[in-house]
């Protein structure tokens, strides 16, 4: 990411959310932006995924607390929409064609100074002359390697998938090195050469009254290098859309809606530099039988009457197989019972299976059963619920 792209680039704009959004608002933002914008979803679709690009660039930055409050200071000393290095136009603080107060600037670097030894440093070194050490270091940064993209992508798992853990294969689209020029841009046969009009530097230098000012190269837009011959496939970009698929192993006991990061799994990086990362967002289907809770499984079994009454043993079944769940006799409906270790299979331990015991009351009875029954309530003479009996007496007699 260049200092340009810092200072040009809305990223909240590109996110539609307000510059104090919370990292909960910018993450739900991005989600349905690259939900709707995603290549998959729009096959063919350059401008859907010129914006998927934006999005997930935005996303990059606004994600990251450091870079959001770099991209953030940046923007506010230089000036949404400013020019970096030139500022005809007038400098941070000033509006367009408004002279320049040198105090300005050193009560704007003040909180980078603050920061660290070499904040106010390397402020002034980006800003004026070739010789500051911010002015090297960002043509460094502008021809040297560049981190590729992190990339963004969506699982759907199986209940069981998911609790217990599974390998998938994940078809993805996304920046990747051209095949055709192997990353360099330029057509098979030819190669880049040095930039001109700034040697390789990446950034050129000018002066206004008694300042000089640093900003990237146009000519060769900030690399170093120009292609003459750009590559038929890439158009010299160095990277083109492609659709991988990638083998990707889901721990086990994995949420729904949770963000698992893969090191070095995203978009290459350009100029040998490292690959970014890989996020895949896991979406659980529910379970016909099994919920929920933490790493805990629930269960729900109904008995009948005469098991809950006399007591029992049923046979339930878990993810890994089934077990046999002893029901003490006298057990009232909506007991819960604890099997431990058979729940999900989470990070160094395994929750517990726990299941709920449901007293079944049959909708119809035969004569007999009926006959069966209303003997055993004239047996039965203890009362269910003494309290209720016992404010309904009280409420009766005031």
Do not use: W
């Not at 107060?101 to 980078?112: C, E, I, Q």
């Not at 170093?224 to 010299?236: H, L, R």
């Amino acid at each position: 990411m260049s200092t340009r792209d810092f200072i040009e680039k809305d990223y909240y704009a590109a996110l539609g959310v307000p510059k104090d959004a919370d990292a909960t608002a910018i993450k739900k933002a991005y989600r349905k932006l690259a939900q709707e914008l995603h290549p998959d979803k729009n096959p063919g679709n350059s401008e859907a995924e010129a914006r998927f690009k934006d999005v997930s660039e935005a996303y990059d930055v606004l994600s990251d607390t450091k870079r959001r409050a770099e991209y953030d200071e940046a923007r506010r000393l230089f000036g949404a929409g400013g020019r970096p290095g030139g500022f005809p136009g007038g400098f941070p603080g000033a509006g367009g064609g408004q002279p320049f107060d040198v105090g300005d600037l050193f009560g704007a670097a003040g909180g980078a100074a603050s920061r660290g030894a070499g904040g106010l440093g390397d402020l002034l070194g980006g800003l004026f002359g070739g010789a500051g050490g911010g002015a090297r270091a960002r043509s460094q940064a502008a021809s040297g390697p560049a981190r590729g993209q992190d990339v963004e992508t969506e699982a759907t798992l199986s209940f069981e998938e998911a609790a217990l853990g599974v390998t998938v294969p994940l078809r993805m689209q996304s920046p990747g090195t051209c095949p055709t020029c192997n990353g360099s841009g330029a057509k098979p046969g030819t190669s880049p050469h040095t930039c001109p009009v700034c040697q390789g530097a990446g950034v050129t230098s000018r002066s206004q009254g008694a300042f000089a000012f640093s900003e990237p190269c146009r000519n060769c837009r900030g690399t170093g290098s120009v292609v003459d011959d750009p590559c038929p496939t890439c158009a010299g970009d160095g990277v083109t859309t492609q659709t991988r698929t990638i083998t990707v192993r889901i721990p086990a006991g994995v949420k729904d809606g949770q963000r698992i990061r893969l090191a070095g799994k995203g978009a290459p990086g350009r100029r040998g530099g490292p690959a970014g990362d890989l996020f895949v967002v896991v979406h659980v289907a529910e379970h016909a039988l099994f919920g929920r809770k933490g790493d805990d499984l629930t269960l729900t079994v109904p008995i009948t009457f005469a098991e809950a009454a006399l007591g029992t043993t049923v046979t339930v079944p878990t993810l890994d197989g089934s077990v046999s769940l002893k029901v003490p006799a006298g057990t009232a409906s909506g007991r819960t019972l604890r099997v431990r270790g058979r729940g999900v299979h989470g990070k160094g331990r395994s929750g517990d299976l726990l299941v709920t015991l449901e007293v079944a009351v049959p909708a119809k009875l035969t004569p007999a059963q009926r006959k069966v029954v209303e003997n055993l309530a004239e047996e039965m003479h203890e009362d269910p619920r003494p309290q209720i009996t016992a404010a309904v007496q009280a409420g009766g007699e005031r």
